[in-house]
């Protein structure tokens, strides 16, 4: 295969957007040249030594990267390095709004190729003034680039409502996260608990898994329930100051603590209202953990119902205690379905194979 000279553009420096850049780009440097530009505060370490950065003073926030849209002289000279660059492919691995200054600059000249991980803002997010913003600079990016990755099929019908072409999207799935199991926690053991981790909003469905806790305690006694992750829990905070059952860590996780959370806890619980795609399932299946998810978006397309976890049905706090409680009462059901969530994510989820689909991508007319 040829070798490709591909410039990715990951202008978001912390969290989940940034250890999926990374590894993409990482998985594409085997046997390419690839050079990302990211922002001068992204967590270098992820990258690898074959990976070239080229760092730049991006905006740190949502609010910012939209209002800040006319630092020309930071902007200059991102225009001017992609000139001397030449890459034979421009691929902007989530929907920044600086992106439709490098389409608008480029199109024609190369290749543009665009990951859209959320095609809609989630329920209560839509009624923000930015984020309205940040949907229409999207939408922009959708329209003008030459192909579009998404990671479910749930996603190309959403695309489609918004009048874009399906003939120029891909479905490659969410990769792997195996390399959070590089840091072990001091202990292995478990502590029979149920985990609910990443960032705190209110499509997240948390006031289901507190309802969903009132059914579990009528028939397990050895559990608890933790909640890690930033975000606004004050609207939950009645409910969770006076039961021993939850254990709260409301701040955001640094990487290197994750394995802790995800070796202890024995089941991984997503209460969804509302969902695209999610990065908590490939974290869960490389610690071996079954996952109960909700059957929204495109969850199920990397859930298996009863052999890499179960799905119940959103706002159903029963359905999701009942799963739950399966989990629990049955140990060697446990430990199969967390090993079939690994081989799965070995098999289906390897960054090797999704950069093989990407190239594909790549070469498309």
């Known amino acids: 295969m040829m070798c490709m000279k591909i410039l990715l553009v990951s202008l978001y420096g912390r969290g989940g957007m940034v250890h999926y850049a990374s590894q993409i780009a990482?998985?594409?440097?085997?046997?390419?040249?690839?050079?990302?530009?990211?922002?001068t505060h992204i967590e270098q370490k992820y990258f690898n030594k074959n990976v070239n950065l080229k760092l730049i003073k991006a905006p740190h926030s949502l609010v910012k990267s939209i209002f800040q849209s006319f630092n020309f002289f930071e902007l200059r000279s991102l225009i001017n390095y992609i000139k001397d660059y030449k890459p034979d492919v421009i691929h902007f691995v989530n929907e920044h709004p600086w992106n439709n200054i490098i389409i608008f600059k480029f199109k024609g000249e190369h290749k543009m190729v665009l990951?859209?991980?959320?095609?809609?803002?989630?329920?209560?997010?839509?009624?923000?003034?930015i984020l309205k913003l940040f949907k229409l600079s999207t939408l922009c990016q959708l329209k003008k680039v030459d192909r579009i990755i998404v990671?479910?099929?749930?996603?190309?019908?959403?695309?489609k409502k918004q009048n874009i072409s399906s003939k120029k999207i891909d479905v490659i799935p969410h990769g792997d996260?195996?390399?959070?199991?590089?840091?072990?926690?001091?202990?292995?053991?478990?502590?029979?608990?149920?985990l609910f981790f990443g960032r705190i909003k209110l499509y997240k469905g948390i006031e289901y898994l507190i309802q969903a806790e009132l059914l579990i305690s009528q028939v397990l006694t050895d559990y608890k329930i933790v909640i890690a992750g930033e975000g606004d829990l004050s609207r939950y905070s009645k409910y969770l100051?006076?039961?021993?059952?939850?254990?709260?860590?409301?701040?955001?996780i640094e990487d290197s603590e994750v394995s802790y959370f995800f070796t202890k806890c024995k089941v991984v619980v997503l209460p969804y209202i509302e969902a695209s795609q999610s990065g908590i399932i490939p974290i869960a299946y490389a610690f071996k953990k079954?996952?109960?998810a909700t059957n929204v978006g495109s969850l199920p397309e990397v859930v298996e119902e009863g052999l890499t976890g179960y799905l119940v049905q959103p706002k159903n706090p029963n359905a999701l205690a009942e799963a739950i409680i399966k989990l629990f009462k049955d140990d060697n059901l446990s430990e199969r379905i967390g090993e079939n969530g690994y081989l799965k994510m070995?098999?289906?989820l390897a960054w090797n194979k999704i950069a093989d689909k990407?190239?594909?991508?790549?070469?498309?007319?």
């Not at 996260?177 to 149920?194: A, G, L, M």
């Open 26 to 39: 990482n998985a594409l440097s085997f046997d390419n040249e690839v050079t990302v530009i990211a922002p």
């Open 115 to 129: 990951t859209c991980h959320d095609p809609n803002p989630h329920p209560g997010e839509r009624n923000s003034l």
């Open 151 to 159: 990671h479910g099929n749930n996603m190309v019908d959403e695309l």
């Open 177 to 194: 996260y195996q390399f959070f199991t590089n840091y072990s926690p001091s202990s292995s053991s478990t502590d029979n608990s149920i």
């Open 241 to 252: 100051e006076h039961n021993k059952k939850f254990e709260i860590i409301n701040r955001y």
């Open 290 to 292: 079954p996952v109960v």
């Open 346 to 348: 070995k098999n289906e």
């Open 358 to 365: 990407t190239i594909e991508v790549y070469t498309k007319s």
